[in-house]
């Protein structure tokens, strides 16, 4: 088949094709819906799912949309998921109903695009969304889930009009491009509301604010668009009591509780993004059963990685995508909490981190230090990546312990493995290319 590239691609693997898309477009990031929008136009305006969950936040988003899908199969319902970045397998980013896409189904989604998209230039990013549309609205799915990527006003997801739009926490990143402050990035994570128009049926929707202390802007964005809202700590909430296996999913407006089991990750405000999910699913799906037996089920193998994902025992080493201030805290908590629940007093903590040049690394570390024995810095490759000799330069004006360099995550590794006594933790964090780079290195 020839394509608008003019290249004959009938026996490309997927490998080939993305090869292709990383040199097809001349901007790794290209905000704007101009273009995608038009190609997707071109496709037919396929749609995903009955029913449209699009998720937007600067943290715990990948965390919200497996939940999702975890609830959605245990309410007995067809759900699809597009998510990014991935770790290990680009098929990663397309699951539907618990099983990824097939290198094949992704190609003949790519071909599809590539014939309609012409003259037209697409990024790596808005490509991969084009297809999980597609591979998406092939399956008839109950339910489709869709991970904003960066910001959600001009992002490719925002294409679609969900049927219930969720926002997560809101918090300091990607300012290159979003703004130096919580108010303007949120109101850019607010453009994937839609206003409600009596006219127009499928303008209507609900809408789930992940954020305790939502900015300003956001609030006025929920407001102006007239639609349902609710928003975390002020119309649901949940309590745990003690070590119990269940959280209990409350009502300011209503005398309803329900039992939920707690989320199957480590960090406790993982619960907050599982009880988002639920009041966002409960929003569209009603009445939403859920067969507690099959959630448990759904819980053990939910597919999220690297987030405090443990892959070791002896000494226990943990892995995490934390890269921003906000997702510091979070770490700095659950390490807090480790070291008030340890019993071996003389624990350290080695810290293998590594980050993309265009992270605050100085705040991110300068949270986590004061938990951390030593720190092992990594170098990253790639036009954001960093040396480690660069990410000493930037983070040690905040720290009080040690560091040491290395030129990439396995050699930091291997060097931790050989210090860290069995009853010490070795946390590995910093980015998803980090988190990627200790699995493989774990595996082989």
């Not at 071109?42 to 609830?71: E, F």
Request: charged fraction near 20%; hydrophobic fraction near 45%.
């Amino acid at each position: 088949m020839q394509y608008s590239s003019g290249l004959n691609s009938d026996d490309w693997q997927l490998a080939d094709w993305l090869a292709y898309l990383e040199k097809l477009h001349p901007r790794e990031i290209d905000l704007g819906l101009e273009r995608v929008a038009e190609v997707y136009q071109r496709l037919g305006k396929p749609r995903p799912g009955k029913q449209i969950i699009s998720v937007a936040g600067t943290n715990g988003k990948g965390s919200v949309c497996a939940h999702l899908t975890a609830l959605a199969a245990a309410a007995g319902l067809s759900c699809g998921s597009y998510t990014s970045p991935h770790l290990l397998a680009y098929n990663e980013r397309f699951r539907i109903n618990g099983q990824l896409a097939t290198d094949i189904n992704i190609c003949l989604a790519f071909a599809q695009i590539e014939t309609a998209r012409a003259e037209i230039s697409l990024s790596y990013f808005e490509f991969s969304t084009l297809a999980g549309i597609l591979l998406m609205a092939e399956q008839d799915l109950d339910i489709a889930v869709f991970e904003v990527g960066l910001g959600g006003r001009l992002d490719a997801v925002n294409m679609l009009d969900a049927d219930c739009a969720i926002i997560t926490s809101i918090d300091l990143d990607h300012q290159q491009w979003l703004g130096n402050s919580r108010e303007l990035i949120a109101l850019e994570k607010a453009g994937i509301l839609r206003s409600f128009t009596a006219a127009v049926a499928h303008h209507r929707q609900s809408i789930v604010i992940g954020d305790r202390q939502p900015p300003d802007s956001l609030l006025r964005a929920v407001s102006e668009s007239r639609q349902s809202a609710a928003f975390l700590g002020r119309d649901f909430d949940w309590q745990q009591t003690n070590d119990s296996a269940e959280i209990t999913l409350s009502y300011s407006a209503s005398v309803e509780k329900i039992k939920l089991p707690r989320s199957p990750l480590p960090a406790p405000i993982q619960n907050d993004n599982l009880v988002v999910a639920f009041q966002a699913l409960d929003s569209i799906i009603t009445p939403l059963l859920l067969d507690p037996v099959k959630l448990l089920a759904e819980f053990k193998r939910m597919p999220l990685r690297g987030r405090l994902e443990k892959i070791a025992s002896q000494p226990d080493v943990f892995l995490d995508v934390a890269h921003n201030p906000a997702a510091a805290e979070v770490l700095a908590t659950w390490l807090k909490l480790r070291r008030a629940q340890q019993r071996v007093s003389r624990t350290k903590v080695w810290a293998v981190v590594a980050m993309l040049a265009d992270k605050d690394a100085l705040t991110v570390c300068k949270i986590i230090d004061p938990w951390v024995t030593s720190w092992h810095l990594a170098g990253l490759c790639g036009p954001r990546g960093q040396s480690a000799e660069e990410l000493q330069k930037a983070i040690s004006p905040g720290l009080q312990q040690s560091q040491r360099q290395y030129e990439t995550v396995s050699l930091a590794l291997e060097v931790v493995r050989e210090l860290a006594a069995p009853h010490d933790l070795i946390l590995v964090f910093g980015s998803f290319l980090t988190v990627e780079q200790a699995i493989r290195y774990w595996n082989e």
